[in-house]
């Protein structure tokens, strides 16, 4: 009876850890394709300062292919921007709900955009319940009476969350093209300038730029946003690129050519990530994803844990409720080859990780002390060996993206100090939050409908400001942060249980389960009481 249980758990813990794994090596594939696009970026750099010089039409010198790069803020050699004779027309939605003590920054933001003032239209696309309606409409006369083309839109039905005000707001749009920004960014004056130019190419349907982070060192909480956040704008997003698979639109901080988002089937609200499926839908269609890793858009990283896990919530449960409805459509498709559907496969998945990591973690400890039991009939722990692979596969992954990539401006020896030190700490609070995302999976695969929580940001840029006495905070314990503090004990009995048998297996993997979750549940607690 022993025996069958132990492999029960030893078969259950073996096929989470099987797709943790697998779902690593698909992510080191991105970051191959990374390396090979960078290298490829290098060596047009070489040929590009070695081009013969030759006379221009003014009696100007210039090299042939010159205006392929320019030198950006840091001095390095960036892509650069094509030349536009005609500045097409734009329209700038900023779609918010009750954004306090955001909104008006965003709006100074895109009113200083380095762009022809008659050329492009900003719409706040407001469904706020409170004093944010009266902050917006005091703005928008401001800004109107410096003679820009601004307009406060209020639906009288809000259904659909932030798609359905992107789908109404449509109607009023006049742009050929559809620039959105969430209200905690500060898009740069440049913006337009630096994206528009690569619709030139007439397959191109969205142009994405990388997140920054303005607040990034305000805590050890946001700098582990951070580390994860950097993965995607560095590796994930320029692997695809590269790669020819499937790219994302993140649901900010890019541009869309309309005809794109009318022949995908427009925005639909029966997924929380909007920006995803429609993602998806117009790439299926032959439309491209440009990505830009080298043009930056500040961005506010959530300052508190519930405001975190909210946000944790709906892009996992987005993503799971996208998978579920987009992937038969991928592989019945007969335009995306079997390499892409493999990876958007990955993709569409890539929240489900959380599913498996935790049943990893709570398998762990039974299989602990039934090792002895396994190892009796033969099993030897160097099995586990195999699974390192996934491992070292992440380490590569968040060093290359966090103290490697050309965007980052850190001196090395500070980065890479610096990515020891927090590399650990995300592993944990990444486990610690496996709970919390499981059931955000769960529900988006079972198909249970929930409200659109957006992540509520307060104007925290550096260390002097605060949050405190702010609204919007989350005051409400929930059974799951309770559950929470439960698996913190459950894995710090773990700790102890092994020690006491003599089996360090799995010490330190309990060890940051137990600091993981401890650490969710002590900050979940703290930021409830905050007043």
Same mark, same amino acid.
């Given at each position: 009876?022993? @025996?069958?249980?132990?492999?029960?758990?030893?078969?259950?813990?073996?096929?989470?850890?099987?797709?943790?794994?697998?779902?690593?090596?698909?992510? $080191?594939?991105?970051?191959?394709?990374?390396?090979?696009?960078?290298?490829?970026?290098?060596?047009?750099?070489?040929?590009?300062?070695?081009?013969?010089?030759?006379?221009?039409?003014?009696?100007?010198?210039?090299?042939?292919?010159?205006?392929?790069?320019?030198?950006?803020?840091?001095?390095?050699?960036?892509?650069?921007? !094509?030349?536009?004779?005609?500045?097409? $027309?734009?329209?700038?939605?900023?779609?918010?709900?009750?954004?306090?003590?955001?909104?008006?920054?965003?709006?100074?933001?895109?009113?200083?955009?380095?762009?022809?003032?008659?050329?492009?239209?900003?719409?706040?696309?407001?469904?706020?319940?409170?004093?944010?309606?009266?902050?917006?409409?005091?703005?928008?006369?401001?800004?109107?009476?410096?003679?820009?083309?601004?307009?406060?839109?209020?639906?009288?039905?809000?259904?659909?969350?932030?798609?359905?005000?992107?789908?109404?707001?449509?109607?009023?749009?006049?742009?050929?093209?559809?620039?959105? $920004?969430?209200?905690?960014?500060?898009?740069?004056?440049?913006? &337009?300038?630096?994206?528009?130019?690569?619709?030139?190419?007439?397959?191109?349907?969205?142009?994405?730029?990388?997140?920054?982070?303005?607040?990034?060192?305000?805590? &050890?909480?946001?700098?582990?946003?951070? &580390?994860?956040?950097?993965?995607?704008?560095?590796?994930?997003?320029?692997?695809?690129?590269?790669?020819?698979?499937?790219?994302?639109?993140?649901?900010?901080?890019?541009?869309?050519?309309?005809?794109?988002?009318?022949?995908?089937?427009?925005?639909?609200?029966?997924?929380?990530?909007?920006?995803?499926?429609? *993602?998806?839908?117009?790439?299926?269609?032959?439309?491209?994803?440009?990505?830009?890793?080298?043009?930056?858009?500040?961005?506010?990283?959530?300052?508190?844990?519930?405001?975190?896990? @909210?946000?944790?919530?709906?892009?996992?449960?987005?993503?799971?409720?996208?998978?579920?409805?987009?992937?038969?459509?991928?592989?019945?498709?007969?335009?995306?080859?079997?390499?892409?559907?493999?990876?958007?496969?990955?993709?569409?998945?890539?929240? @489900?990780?959380?599913?498996?990591?935790?049943?990893?973690?709570?398998?762990?400890?039974?299989?602990?002390?039934?090792?002895?039991?396994?190892?009796?009939?033969?099993?030897?722990?160097?099995?586990?060996?195999?699974?390192?692979?996934?491992?070292?596969?992440?380490?590569?992954?968040?060093?290359?993206?966090?103290?490697?990539?050309?965007?980052?401006?850190?001196?090395?020896?500070?980065?890479? $100090?610096?990515?020891?030190?927090?590399?650990?700490?995300?592993? *944990?609070?990444?486990?610690? &939050?496996?709970?919390?995302? /499981?059931?955000?999976?769960?529900?988006?695969?079972?198909?249970?409908?929930?409200?659109?929580?957006?992540?509520?940001?307060?104007?925290?840029?550096?260390?002097?400001?605060?949050?405190?006495?702010?609204?919007?905070?989350?005051?409400?314990?929930?059974?799951? /942060?309770?559950?929470?503090?439960?698996?913190?004990?459950?894995?710090?009995?773990?700790?102890?249980?092994?020690?006491?048998?003599?089996?360090?297996?799995?010490?330190?993997?309990?060890?940051?389960?137990?600091?993981?979750?401890?650490?969710?549940?002590?900050?979940?607690?703290?930021?409830? !009481?905050?007043?």
């Amino acid at each position: 009876m022993i @025996s069958i249980l132990a492999y029960s758990v030893l078969a259950i813990y073996t096929i989470a850890l099987l797709y943790i794994t697998v779902y690593c090596v698909m992510q $080191f594939n991105l970051l191959y394709h990374y390396k090979k696009y960078h290298k490829a970026e290098a060596e047009q750099q070489q040929l590009a300062e070695l081009e013969p010089l030759t006379v221009s039409e003014n009696g100007e010198l210039k090299r042939a292919n010159a205006v392929k790069y320019a030198k950006d803020e840091g001095g390095t050699l960036v892509l650069a921007e !094509t030349e536009v004779e005609h500045w097409p $027309f734009i329209t700038v939605q900023l779609p918010i709900y009750n954004e306090l003590y955001v909104i008006e920054r965003l709006i100074d933001s895109v009113a200083a955009f380095d762009y022809p003032k008659d050329r492009f239209e900003i719409h706040i696309l407001d469904d706020s319940t409170d004093e944010t309606l009266e902050v917006v409409r005091k703005k928008v006369e401001a800004v109107r009476a410096k003679g820009f083309n601004i307009r406060q839109i209020c639906r009288q039905e809000r259904q659909g969350f932030k798609a359905g005000a992107l789908r109404d707001g449509m109607a009023h749009a006049q742009g050929e093209f559809i620039a959105i $920004f969430d209200a905690d960014f500060l898009p740069r004056p440049e913006f &337009l300038q630096k994206t528009i130019p690569h619709f030139q190419d007439p397959d191109v349907g969205v142009v994405q730029t990388r997140w920054e982070h303005i607040n990034e060192d305000y805590s &050890l909480i946001t700098r582990l946003q951070a &580390l994860q956040l950097n993965v995607h704008f560095t590796v994930e997003q320029v692997g695809r690129m590269s790669g020819d698979y499937l790219l994302q639109f993140n649901g900010t901080a890019g541009v869309w050519r309309r005809e794109t988002i009318e022949d995908a089937g427009g925005w639909e609200a029966d997924t929380l990530t909007e920006d995803l499926d429609l *993602s998806i839908r117009a790439q299926m269609n032959g439309w491209r994803i440009h990505y830009l890793e080298h043009i930056g858009s500040p961005a506010e990283l959530p300052v508190e844990m519930n405001s975190l896990k @909210s946000q944790q919530f709906r892009w996992m449960k987005g993503g799971a409720e996208t998978a579920k409805k987009m992937l038969p459509a991928v592989w019945r498709s007969e335009a995306l080859t079997i390499n892409q559907k493999i990876h958007t496969t990955s993709h569409l998945l890539a929240s @489900s990780i959380f599913v498996f990591v935790f049943i990893t973690g709570f398998s762990s400890v039974p299989l602990l002390f039934l090792l002895g039991d396994l190892i009796e009939l033969g099993f030897s722990k160097n099995f586990f060996a195999y699974f390192l692979v996934g491992l070292l596969s992440v380490i590569g992954i968040y060093y290359v993206a966090n103290v490697q990539a050309p965007v980052h401006k850190e001196p090395f020896g500070k980065a890479v $100090f610096k990515f020891i030190l927090l590399f650990p700490l995300f592993l *944990s609070l990444s486990m610690g &939050l496996s709970l919390h995302n /499981t059931i955000a999976v769960w529900q988006g695969f079972r198909g249970k409908k929930s409200p659109f929580v957006r992540t509520p940001k307060f104007n925290i840029k550096t260390m002097r400001d605060s949050f405190r006495k702010h609204k919007y905070l989350t005051r409400k314990i929930t059974w799951s /942060t309770v559950l929470e503090g439960v698996l913190a004990l459950y894995f710090a009995g773990a700790v102890v249980g092994g020690l006491y048998i003599q089996n360090t297996t799995f010490l330190i993997f309990h060890l940051l389960l137990a600091l993981g979750y401890g650490a969710i549940f002590y900050f979940t607690l703290r930021h409830l !009481t905050i007043k």
